[in-house]
C-alpha cells in the first residue's frame, strides 16, 4: 500500500503489467514443458518480478520509505556458519 499512499498509480500499472506479462510467458513456456511444476516455477518467477518491481518502483519514487537490507544481509552473514555445520558429517 505504500506506492497507493504515494499516489504512485502510473508506477502500479506499469509494475504489474510487466510482471503480468513475465508470468504470461513463463508460465506458459515452462507448464508446456515440464507440467504442473513448470507452471508453479513460472508464476513464482511472475510474483518475483512483481516484488522486485515494486520495490524499484518504491525506492524511486520515495527513497527514504524503501526498506534497506543491511540487517538482514548482516543476520544473513551471521547465519552461514551454522548452515555450514549442517553439512558437517554426523561422527557415528
Known amino acids: 500500500f505504500a506506492l497507493l499512499s ?16 513475465v508470468m504470461l510467458a ?16 513460472g508464476t513464482v518467477i511472475g510474483e518475483w518480478t512483481l516484488a522486485a518491481g515494486y520495490l524499484v518502483a518504491l525506492a524511486r519514487s520515495a527513497p527514504g ?16 556458519p551454522c548452515f555450514g555445520l549442517a553439512l558437517v558429517p554426523d561422527g557415528s
Open 65 to 80: 520509505v524503501a526498506p534497506s537490507f543491511a540487517r538482514p544481509a548482516r543476520g544473513l552473514a551471521a547465519a552461514l
Open 26 to 41: 513463463s508460465v506458459g513456456a515452462l507448464a508446456a514443458a515440464f507440467g504442473a511444476e513448470g507452471a508453479a516455477i
Open 6 to 21: 504515494l499516489h504512485a498509480h502510473r508506477a502500479i500499472l506499469v509494475v504489474n503489467a510487466v510482471a503480468l506479462t
